[in-house]
């Protein structure tokens, strides 16, 4: 899995459960649409034997809230709203450099990576924002 899915799973560890019934759901829906007859051009969606699958609500979930209850219960004072070293180690993953590099290389960063001050500031703000694109409620001051 990626280091960003891992972030994901961390803040959003319900949805995680959801997306491994959904894949499995796709699934079953995938072999049963295999099996069963193509529907008629022009026929409504679900036709050919198969409902049509709504679409999951996104839940929007406080990233603050989570992160802070995680940082009240964490031994080390961490400063998640701005290190992304901080944030990788309040979530138990890996902050190494290596491993910043991976997620880097992942939310595809142009910039130099043997500057790392600078990659981890770029970092921390394209988490964030993924964050909220997904679903995530992320205070205005943390995303660009």
């Given at each position: ?98 491993a910043r590099k991976e997620l880097a290389q992942e939310l595809h ?20 924002n993924k964050l909220a694109e997904n679903g995530g409620k992320v205070p205005a001051d943390l995303?660009?």
């Amino acid at each position: 899995m990626s280091i960003l899915g891992n972030i994901f799973n961390k803040i959003f560890p319900s949805r995680a459960k959801s997306d491994q019934a959904a894949d499995a759901t796709q699934t079953a829906q995938n072999t049963a649409t295999a099996a069963t007859p193509a529907a008629p051009a022009g026929a409504a969606p679900g036709a050919a034997g198969t409902p049509a699958a709504a679409p999951a609500a996104i839940e929007q979930v406080d990233v603050e809230a989570i992160l802070n209850q995680k940082a009240q219960q964490n031994g080390q004072k961490l400063n998640w709203r701005t290190s992304i070293v901080d944030l990788m180690k309040l979530l138990d993953l890996d902050s190494s450099l290596n491993a910043r590099k991976e997620l880097a290389q992942e939310l595809h960063y142009t910039g130099d990576m043997n500057d790392s001050a600078a990659m981890n500031i770029w970092l921390h703000k394209q988490v964030m924002n993924k964050l909220a694109e997904n679903g995530g409620k992320v205070p205005a001051d943390l995303k660009d």
